[in-house]
């Protein structure tokens, strides 16, 4: 887990995490669908890290994805232990970007992306809007990309 040594605000963060039995397909590795769980488990760890959350009960705001991406390096087995590094790479006024790396030990396991979006939502209309003080002020992006994984991903 890291900080910025100018800020309180977070940037990154590292999950650490098992393969679940459940978590597998036919095969015996983990099904390609898991890796967005593992993702979002990982941008969740870093709201919480940061003092936030990213879901308030009985609030009106939501945060959607508007675009996901993951490539596949190597594949996790069960009781595997593995890291999932997540890492804020853009914040705009609507939405924000992350990166993220899956690693076993020093075996890149996958890479991937996300974009979320802020919207209101009262009831069943959903409206694109500024993400609140409140929610975006514990995050930052990570402009520039840490030395120790700058050869990963977009940095922004």
Known sequence: METSSKSSRWSE????????????????????????????EAEH?????AGL????????????RLAVACQFHAPL????????????????RRTMSYAF??????TRI?????TIACVFSPE????????PASRGSGLRDATPCS????SFGPCG
């Open 13 to 40: 963060h590292t999950l650490r995490r098992r393969v679940n039995f459940y978590e597998l397909d036919s095969a015996g590795i983990v099904h390609f669908s898991t890796f967005f769980r593992y993702m979002e």
């Open 53 to 64: 959350t990213i879901a308030t009960p009985g609030e009106e705001f939501g945060f959607p």
């Open 77 to 92: 087995h069960f009781e595997d232990e593995f890291e999932v590094w997540v890492r804020v790479v853009a914040i705009s």
């Open 110 to 114: 996958a890479s991937g992306s996300a």
């Open 101 to 106: 790396l899956l690693t076993r030990g020093e």
């Open 124 to 131: 069943y209309e959903k409206k694109r809007v500024s993400v």
């Open 45 to 49: 760890a870093l709201w919480r890290a």
């Open 147 to 150: 030395a120790r994984r700058s």
